[in-house]
């Protein structure tokens, strides 16, 4: 599975929209990065993080917006990614937002 | 021709001997790599060994032949179910699960239930080589990743979609509603349409407007319509004038 810890943190996430279009072939990786991302584990980490997922018919790629709680956004257009790669971009930009609180917090 | 040097000239200790044989032969051995005639040289390089090529690894290449795997009993009962599934059911949805616990899971097919709509599990594989044959084959990209089929006898969309909006972790992808397969979109469009007795009732209305506003007009005193005669000619008349004046104008 993911690389360091089997959770993501979604402590600095606010929100995470997924988009694609169920009848196009290149959804897989969305679709499991979908599932990853929704599991019980990473959606106790935050209550507040909602996920959606918008499922339309017009050919268009398929695309996952993180938007952060201090207003970064992390756009990545699944169509040739794996959903590895997706969800370890997705883990390295959440640990360098939330150690700094974990940090803080230990200090 | 080699000759030795023989230990027996030498007369006393120390002195070199008298006579030393230059003209030896080389050796057919050396230390270096002693240069070939050339045509030992040809002769050679055609007759170079050639290893024979290792055979590839049994799995490397794809068989010529197509084998055809036996599908296992399970999945052939588990394609029987589906067929009747197909068969019974007017109203097959489509949905992604993300990993939704058992409680939601329980409290989903129970609010379901309610609407006698059922939810079923089945495996990918079997789904996919179902569909192949069938004629639902364009349902097949959809069958990827965690998926649940919800099915019922009638085509009952808009619980459906009230009830599927409650939970976070189902995402409808697209269905096939008599027959017809349709995406998000058309179901929500499905859904909106009025009921099938509405629409005919409509439809009727909408033909025979027409024909039931002369039934009216007919059923009138005859003067009415006289009168109303009269005006129509007055008001072609008037136009086909104004139409001369325009053409004589331009």
Known sequence: ?107 | MAATLCTKIIPKQGWLPLTQIVRHGSKAVTRHKRPMHFLKQKLMAVTEYIPPKPAAAPGAYPSETIQVKEESGLALLKKKQLKEVFQTNKMIVVAQNSASSVEDMLLLKHRLYKHNISVKFFPNEVVRSFLSDSIYYNLTPLFIGPTVLLVSKEPKVKELLKTVRASQQITLLGGCVENSILSTQGLLNYSKLPSLTVVQGELVSGLTMLTSQTSALLQRHPTHLSALLTQYIKQQSGETEAASKSAESS
């Open chain 1, 1 to 107: 599975m993911a690389a360091s810890r089997s959770t993501v943190v979604l402590k600095a996430v606010k929100k995470i929209a997924v988009q694609f279009c169920p009848f196009e072939s290149n959804i897989r990786s969305t679709r499991e990065f979908l599932a990853m991302v929704s599991s019980e584990r990473v959606r106790a980490t935050n209550l507040n993080c909602e996920v959606t997922a918008v499922t339309k018919h017009d050919k268009s790629e398929p695309v996952v917006d993180v938007m952060y709680v201090d207003g970064e956004r992390l756009v990545m257009k699944g169509a040739k990614l794996t959903s590895q790669e997706m969800f370890s971009a997705f883990q390295s930009r959440c640990i360098a937002k939330d150690p700094q609180a974990k940090v803080a917090g230990k200090k």
